[in-house]
């Protein structure tokens, strides 16, 4: 048996970019998530480590991102690398944090923002983003075993939405930034 995860009819998670700010949790999808976090949080290295070894294997786009592991194509090299574990377990710390908040949205909305804006400095567009829930999905599913409903999965899938379009919005708000103080032209934001 997964984790003793209750199940009920939910609002679907939105699909769309033009959705993302108008999502938002139910109760009951914020109590799914929390009680889930309670399993997952207890193998979030690995979980983590997955994740990312996924994300760069579904998307090897996103290994250019990170200087240590350009042109590292062997997947067992990935998976023992110290860095890639580190962030792994930064993405999980900083899921972690947001769960803590669910009933706390302007402190919630603040953390995804100012994450977004890190992450323009980073390289790392809103685009690569969106590729993480999916992976995310797939890596806390060990974790929860058939505890993993299509509820929770649609839960989780609302939390990532609305955490990646704040992150987009916090990444266009840095990139506007850098333009107006820069009489260069910072970057093309075309497509991302
Ligand atoms: C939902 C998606 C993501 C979350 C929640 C996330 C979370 C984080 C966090 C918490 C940090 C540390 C921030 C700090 O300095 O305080 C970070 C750093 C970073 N992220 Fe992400 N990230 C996400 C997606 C991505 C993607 C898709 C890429 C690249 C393709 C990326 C590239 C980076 C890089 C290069 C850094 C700086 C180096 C490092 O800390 O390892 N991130 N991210």
């Given at each position: ?84 574990r ?45 590729y ?25 899938k ?35």
């Amino acid at each position: 048996m997964g984790c003793p995860i209750s199940a009920s009819a939910q609002k679907p998670a939105a699909d769309t970019l033009e959705e993302i700010a108008l999502v938002n949790l139910t109760d009951k999808q914020r109590e799914l998530i929390m009680d889930s976090w309670k399993c997952i949080q207890q193998d979030i290295t690995r979980a983590g480590i997955i994740l990312f070894v996924r994300l760069f294997e579904s998307h090897p786009e996103c290994k250019e991102v990170f200087f240590e592991f350009r042109g590292v194509d062997d997947v067992e090299m990935l998976r023992v690398n110290k860095e890639l574990r580190a962030h792994g377990l930064r993405v999980m710390s900083f899921i972690e944090k947001s769960v803590a908040r669910l009933h706390e949205p302007e402190r919630l909305e603040k953390l995804a923002f100012d994450l977004g804006r890190k992450h323009y400095n980073y390289n790392a567009i809103p685009k690569y983003f969106m590729y993480v829930m999916p992976e995310f999905i797939r890596a806390i599913g060990p974790s929860l075993k058939d505890g993993l409903t299509p509820e929770l999965e649609d839960a989780w899938k609302a939390l990532f939405q609305y955490l990646t379009g704040m992150m987009r919005q916090g990444f266009h708000e840095e990139a506007r930034r850098h333009t107006v103080s820069s009489t260069v032209p910072d970057r093309n934001l075309k497509d991302i």
